[in-house]
């Protein structure tokens, strides 16, 4: 897999509208959806493009706001399906998520529905998401997608209000029968910049039991935000391989589309390459400069430049960027000091023009 070639995983803002209000959210959904949105005819243009012009086309993961909230979506998920794109959906849980719209999907052919749970009771979870009753209707979605025969990945978001709750979550997603967990590290963008931050050293614990519990689990384990947790790996699993390709992070094996068609190294990363009105999905992601020059690790500075992972993880560039304005800067979640590092100021130059 050459991740400067094609993503890995497409994740696309088909709206910001959304009836929940989450703490965290990265795009600030309204209740209503923006006039300007891409129409199902511009969607169907960009999967055309990337179903032919990709290799090997990227895991389609439709996401909003909340996607149920446009009439169209059934026509778009077809339409993914039809060029035979593996089709996942992202829902918020909200009345309007029910399992007979579950089992529309899966007769349209999704193949997997991922639900966020951010905490292993009602108390964590309805406070996070700022909406009483969201946890016990998310099990229940959760168990429709498995009932009706579709992967469910669980997704929960780890801050200073969730952190505690992980090993009890782990235990959790194990009695959901999920596919895959995936475990966002908050980066502090949109409403998310007003949330109780974790520690350098509550995130590289939480890495580290993360790792070791992956291995004690049949479905798969990925931490967002972090690709740290692959040196996490390489420390404390015995037997774990040195990698042979790089992290899947922003603008490597990573991109995303936004509600206007704007195509972003990542959701928590708002520095556009362009827009897919405009210029094929492809071209951006391939040969635009900016997604080049993050692929790059020679680029890379502070600790993270000088760090031995650096091909195999790169820090969060979104991090970076998000607390010093430097996309090439070190993650400062990361209290790695590299062999041979010496303690010096960090130096933030002026951000990507
Ligand atoms: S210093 Fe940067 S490259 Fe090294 S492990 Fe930490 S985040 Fe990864």
């Not at 923006?34 to 996401?63: G, K, Q, W, Y």
């Not at 304005?325 to 990361?334: I, R, T």
Request: with cysteine; proline share 7%.
């Amino acid at each position: 897999m050459d991740l400067a070639k094609a993503p890995h995983v497409l994740t696309w803002e088909l709206t910001r509208a959304c009836g929940l209000k989450c703490r965290h959210c990265r795009a600030n959904a309204i209740p209503r959806r923006n006039p300007r949105e891409l129409t199902l005819a511009e969607v169907e243009a960009v999967l055309d493009d990337l179903s032919t012009r990709f290799e090997i086309p990227p895991l389609m993961v439709f996401t909003g706001g909340d996607p149920v909230e446009r009439p169209d979506l059934r026509e778009i998920l077809k339409a993914s399906v039809a060029r035979k794109l593996h089709t996942a959906v992202s829902p918020s849980v909200t009345p309007l998520l029910t399992r007979k719209v579950l089992a529309e999907w899966k007769e349209i052919g999704v193949k997997t529905v991922s639900i966020s749970i951010d905490g292993p009771s009602a108390a964590v979870h309805d406070g996070f998401r700022r909406m009483d009753g969201t946890f016990v209707a998310s099990l229940e979605r959760a168990r429709d997608v498995t009932e009706l025969g579709m992967n469910l990945q669980v997704n929960t978001s780890v801050c200073g209000d969730t952190v505690a709750g992980m090993p009890s979550m782990g235990e959790l997603v194990k009695e959901l029968k999920v596919s895959s967990w995936e475990v966002f590290f908050v980066v502090p963008t949109g409403r998310g910049r007003a949330l109780p931050k974790i520690t350098t050293e509550d995130t590289e614990a939480t890495l580290k039991w993360l790792a070791l519990y992956s291995k004690t689990v049949d479905f798969r384990v990925t931490a967002i935000a972090a690709p740290q947790f692959r040196r996490l790996l390489l420390q404390n699993v015995p037997g774990t391989k040195w990698p042979t390709i790089p992290a899947v992070r922003e603008a490597q094996g990573f991109v995303f589309i936004d509600h206007l068609g704007e195509v972003y190294p990542s959701g928590y990363l708002p520095v556009s390459a362009g827009n897919v009105r405009h210029t094929p999905l492809t071209s951006l992601y391939r040969d635009s400069q900016l997604f080049r020059e993050l692929r790059d690790p020679d680029l890379l500075r502070g600790r993270c430049g000088a760090c031995e992972y650096k091909r195999i993880c790169g820090g969060s560039r979104a991090r970076a960027y998000a607390v010093t304005g430097d996309l090439q800067n070190e993650d400062p979640a990361c209290p790695y000091i590299p062999e041979g590092w010496e303690e010096r100021p960090t130096v933030v130059l002026p951000v990507h023009a």
